[in-house]
């Protein structure tokens, strides 16, 4: 009996090694799970590749920029040094690195280490991060512009729509920011995070 027992966990083991996910399809879906704004997802996805490939610089760099996504700004940070240490390319961890000195309130260090890279991708995603210096530094015209300037590259880009709205009602006030989340695409209309941040673009302007 002990003998069927002990052949049966070593089958149902196998099995389930067989059906976990490889390397490559768990970075393929955290991939789609960051491009979808499901950060949460990701993370749990690149923790496990991570801890099979803890050399791996660019997993390390999006498990830092996931990690940010969700609020964990200290093991961000460590993710995204662990990446920096390992090699990775500047392009690969700009984006949580700036992002990081933006909430830190490091808003001239922002405008002065975050320009663009030639990818218009992370280019899109480092202008908004330079307008929310620019927010912070209370230059409201030029944070307009940048946050702009990131939605021409990426309309999907939620953090640029919340940050362009908040210009607007910096300069003109709650009725043309409102109009900002308003012309949004519809793709992003059916997601939870639009509602849950245009709510506390409303709550904000409440007080």
């Known amino acids: 009996m002990r003998k069927f027992q002990t052949v049966l966990s070593i089958l149902l083991i196998s099995l389930l090694a067989a059906c976990a996910p490889r390397g490559e399809e768990l970075l393929e879906r955290a991939d789609s799970s960051l491009a979808k704004g499901d950060y949460r997802a990701a993370m749990i996805d690149l923790r496990n590749y991570v801890a099979k490939h803890p050399e791996d610089a660019r997993a390390r760099a999006r498990l830092g920029l996931a990690m940010f996504e969700v609020g964990d700004l200290d093991g961000a940070a460590i993710?995204?040094?662990?990446?920096?240490?390992?090699?990775?390319?500047?392009?690969?961890?700009?984006?949580?690195?700036?992002?990081?000195?933006?909430?830190?309130?490091?808003?001239?260090?922002?405008?002065?280490?975050c320009g663009d890279t030639g990818d218009a991708g992370i280019d899109a995603d480092l202008a908004a991060t330079r307008g929310q210096a620019l927010l912070g530094l209370k230059r409201d015209v030029e944070a307009r512009a940048s946050f702009e300037s990131a939605l021409r590259a990426?309309?999907?880009?939620?953090?640029?729509?919340?940050?362009?709205?908040?210009?607007?009602?910096?300069?003109?006030?709650?009725?043309?920011?409102?109009?900002?989340?308003?012309?949004?695409?519809?793709?992003?209309?059916?997601?939870a995070r639009y509602w849950l941040a245009l709510g506390t673009s409303e709550v904000r302007a409440g007080d």
């Open 79 to 113: 993710e995204i040094t662990k990446a920096r240490e390992l090699g990775a390319e500047r392009k690969d961890i700009v984006v949580p690195e700036c992002r990081l000195l933006a909430v830190k309130g490091a808003y001239e260090q922002v405008l002065t280490d």
């Open 154 to 191: 990426n309309p999907d880009k939620l953090t640029a729509i919340q940050g362009l709205a908040a210009a607007v009602f910096a300069l003109e006030g709650a009725v043309p920011a409102r109009k900002v989340f308003e012309a949004a695409p519809q793709s992003l209309k059916g997601q």
